[in-house]
């Protein structure tokens, strides 16, 4: 359960890493 749940951690990390990627990007474009 507890490598379960920092697996579900790193994922997310990694999930807003690249929304946060692709949200400066568009937010640069548009700019």
């Known amino acids: ?3 379960y ?3 579900n951690v790193e994922h997310f990390k ?3 890493k ?3 990627y ?3 990007k568009d937010a640069w474009m548009e700019v």
Do not use: H, P, Q, T
């Open 1 to 3: 359960m507890c490598a």
């Open 22 to 24: 692709v949200f400066k």
């Open 14 to 16: 990694y999930l807003m």
């Open 5 to 7: 749940s920092a697996g």
């Open 18 to 20: 690249r929304l946060g």
